[in-house]
């Protein structure tokens, strides 16, 4: 018996999941909140305008909507929803900085007077402030997983870069459900890229992720990538979202990445039957029969009950969880047998 994600029924969080849950792999109702920041005062040097704010959300829907496009290629009957909640786009809030004038490393200063703003800065941990949060949207929005998009204003910087002597020039992400941190002047693409970083995609670029990392739910090994792969200088890399330059651009425009990339978000499918591992799981069915002679019927009782894929991710809270849903209640069969 299988129970696939896009027939179940609604509920607060995927089973087995945590509020720290909150991006184990990339299926089912996602919650994306984009955050534009207004800086106040001297410090400013970049001002949102109507145009400009519509320019960028539509960079971010494209960039995430390619993601159902490559889904479509790789299976149908799963799907992907993302829940976009414009709050702080159409609102946005004032902070005291102008975040692309400092260091990839001024999400800790700017970060929490946002997170301050919308009444979740109770920890001295600037990552549980944000998964509370991203929780929150989680519970507004009724989604299975939530992560926030920090849009960096970056229109009139010269290089759209931060300044320099953090670890980011441009854009990076926080994975497992975390943050996303997007000068505004970056392609659609770049949002493709962070948001499988969303979702435990590694790098495969030279000089990011290496061929030996692992990550995901399956803890799948990073074998496109371009660092210590044993093919040598000889390695030629498959066009990949989750690489750089060319094959990047490759892979966005003719919408493929390798499998060994997909697995990490969650992507799998083992057996070939068109369902990926993490939720190509049977219902555990428990009940007793009893045949009545008199009326020569087999009634049987039970109740069924969804069984979840073991977590073998080397990051994360390493929770067994299943986007599968089943009403466990007990149900009667009564069958009529024919005996000569």
């Known amino acids: 018996m299988e129970q696939l994600e896009d027939r179940r029924v609604m509920a607060v969080l995927p089973y087995g999941a945590t509020a720290d849950d909150t991006g184990e792999f990339m299926l089912g109702r996602i919650a994306v909140t984009p ?31 390619w993601w159902n496009q490559l889904l479509a290629k790789k299976s149908s009957v799963h799907t992907l929803d993302w829940v976009i909640d414009r709050t702080y786009v159409d609102n946005r809030l004032p902070i005291s ?36 949060f991203n929780q929150s949207q989680r519970l507004k929005l009724g989604t299975d997983w939530s992560f926030t998009i ?26 497992g459900g975390l943050f996303e941190v997007i000068p505004s002047s970056r392609p659609n693409s770049t949002y493709t890229h962070e948001t499988g970083h969303i979702f435990w995609a590694r790098d495969e670029y030279s000089g990011g992720g290496t061929y030996y990392d ?31 330059g060319a094959s990047l651009s490759t892979a966005f425009s003719q919408i493929v990445s390798p499998d060994a990339t997909l697995a990490q978000i969650g992507w799998r499918d083992s057996d070939n039957d068109g369902i990926f591992d993490v939720l190509d799981v049977p219902l555990k069915l ?24 073991p977590n073998r991710n080397s990051s994360g ?17 009564q069958s009529r047998v024919d005996i000569s």
């Open 286 to 309: 428990e009940g007793t029969g009893r045949f009545n002679s008199q009326f020569n019927l087999y009634s049987f009782s039970g109740r069924a009950s969804v069984q979840t894929l």
């Open 35 to 65: 955050v534009m920041l207004e800086s106040t005062g001297a410090v400013s040097t970049e001002d949102w305008t109507p145009a400009y704010v519509e320019s960028v959300m539509s960079n971010i829907q494209t960039g995430l909507q």
């Open 97 to 132: 900085y102008e975040p692309i004038n400092m260091t990839s490393e001024g999400y800790l200063q700017w970060g929490p007077q946002f997170l301050q703003s919308v009444g979740f800065n109770q920890s001295s941990s600037f990552e549980t402030n944000v998964r509370a």
């Open 214 to 244: 692992k990550r995901g739910y399956y803890n799948a090994q990073n074998t496109n990538a371009m660092d210590l792969n044993p093919a040598g200088p000889g390695f030629a890399q498959q066009p990949s979202i989750m690489s750089s």
């Open 317 to 333: 809270t390493q929770n067994d969880i299943t986007l599968n849903r089943s009403e466990e209640h007990t149900s009667e069969l």
């Open 150 to 175: 920090f849009v960096v204003n970056s229109q009139k910087d010269l290089d759209g870069s931060f300044a320099p002597g953090g670890s980011f020039s441009r854009a990076f992400a926080f994975a």
